[in-house]
């Protein structure tokens, strides 16, 4: 079984979103504290694995991460979300996380955009920054405690 006899809980997240946004690196730092400056792209999927406690539940995190190509990022939002709800299980949390935060000057999407999308599609939302360590954590744990929400 993959469930370890320490783990109560087996969540399953796939990162999905367009190529270069961070997606590897978020997995990375969550799973492993790690960041790599010069990633190389993900071929396929990979997956990682971290324990986490929750309240006073042990909850282990399975967590894919895939390949994609496209790189307009923000506009393509709408198109993965129609694809997740299309193929996506019928109890999902989605998390919509705006990644690299770090980049002040050159930010590209405004909070507020963030925002008003997750509020239009119901999803939850976070700004993090997988360079700096800011959020990751809590995207994650947002988004398992959401799911115990549902369970
Ligand atoms: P993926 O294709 O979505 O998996 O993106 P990667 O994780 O491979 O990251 C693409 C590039 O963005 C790499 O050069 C990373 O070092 C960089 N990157 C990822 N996260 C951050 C971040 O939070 N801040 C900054 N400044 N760069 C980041």
Known sequence: SLLDDECDYLFKTVLIGDSAV?????LSRFAKDEFHLDSKPTIGVEFAY????????MVKAQIWDTAGQE???????????????????????????GNKTDLVESREVE????QSLAQ????CFMETSAKEN???EDAFLQMITKIFEIA
């Open 111 to 114: 909070v507020r955009d963030g």
């Open 71 to 97: 790189r307009v990022t923000f506009e393509n939002l709408r198109k993965w979300l129609h694809e997740l709800r299309e193929y996506g299980n019928r109890d999902m949390v989605i998390v919509l996380v």
């Open 134 to 136: 800011l959020n990751v």
């Open 22 to 26: 961070g997606k590897s690196n978020l």
């Open 50 to 57: 971290r324990n986490i406690k929750v309240g006073d539940k």
């Open 120 to 123: 239009v599609e119901d999803l």
